[in-house]
């Protein structure tokens, strides 16, 4: 997709791997000065090789004392994708407080948190942005063993609804992307299991997952002004599988 954020500044979460790192990769292609946020170094190190002038922030999202040590002197933001989550699976009667809380954390609350930054930011600028929050089809339908992560991402929907309503009269939209499954670090565990991922893919109407690339175009469309009517709202790039 041709679009152009020349004289924007984005940023990224959970740029160091997968969706969020192509997403960042193309928004830098598409002109605009990108701040990538990860947790772990070294991926980022290598995406600042690639994409130069690209700035890097590493921090653990989930930590909200080191949240906002590393990014309260941001910067100007136009554009902000909340990327970062964790799936951490567990059958519902086994499920940890830790994992709980990390997911919360990590998911839910720098969603929040990251968007407080920012718009506060374009508020005292007198800025209009967007905001995409990169959400799941499983807010909207359970897999076993997801409990914890699709509360997280149902948690979104509303997030993203609010947000959308309270921003909207200073001109900053908020929406979501709902992808099915993308075969990224986070989904090893089926890319390990062919013939699991093959019987998933079937109950698709288009007999397939979603590519990187399908997420990223949607988080574009989102980004831009192609899609200046829509907040509050969102895509789910699903292959047809809620429609099923
Ligand atoms: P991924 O390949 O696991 O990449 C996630 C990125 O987020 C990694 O760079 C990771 O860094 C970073 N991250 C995780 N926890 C963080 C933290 N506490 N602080 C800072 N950065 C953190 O995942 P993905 O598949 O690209 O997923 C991206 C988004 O798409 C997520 O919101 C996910 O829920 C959503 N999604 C994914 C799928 C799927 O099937 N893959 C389907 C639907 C929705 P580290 O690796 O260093 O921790």
Redesign the pocket.
């Given at each position: 997709m041709q679009l152009n954020f020349s004289g924007l500044r984005a940023l990224v979460?959970?740029?160091?791997?997968?969706?969020?790192?192509d997403t960042a990769k193309a928004l830098h292609g598409s002109g605009a000065r990108v701040v990538a946020?990860?947790?772990?170094h070294a991926?980022l190190v290598s995406l600042s090789t690639e994409c130069p002038g690209m700035e890097i922030v590493c921090?653990?999202?989930?930590d909200w004392e080191a949240t906002e040590r590393a990014l309260s002197n941001v910067g100007p933001v136009d554009l902000l994708v909340n990327?970062?989550?964790?799936?951490l699976s567990q059958p519902f009667l086994e499920v940890t407080k830790e994992a709980f809380d990390r997911s919360i954390n990590?998911?839910l609350r720098s969603v929040l948190q990251v968007s407080q930054i920012v718009v506060r930011g374009m508020l005292a600028r007198g800025v209009p942005g967007s905001i995409v929050n990169?959400?799941?089809?499983v807010s909207q339908v359970i897999f076993p063993n997801l409990a914890t992560y699709s509360s997280t991402?149902g948690a979104i929907t509303m997030l993203t609804k609010a947000m959308a309503l309270e921003l909207g009269p200073h001109k900053i939209r908020v929406n979501s992307v709902n992808?099915?499954?993308?075969l990224?670090?986070?989904?090893r565990q089926l890319s390990d299991s062919p013939e699991v991922a093959e019987k998933l893919k079937e109950r698709h109407p288009l007999r397939k997952f979603a590519e990187v690339e399908d997420v990223v175009n949607s988080i574009l469309f989102l980004l831009s002004d192609s899609s200046a009517a829509t907040t509050g709202s969102g895509i789910f790039v699903d292959a047809g599988y809620l429609a099923s």
């Open positions: 979460t959970g740029a160091g791997k997968g969706i969020g790192r946020v990860s947790r772990t991926d921090v653990d999202l989930g990327n970062a989550a964790v799936a990590v998911n990169v959400s799941s089809m991402k992808p099915t499954v993308v990224t670090a986070m989904s």
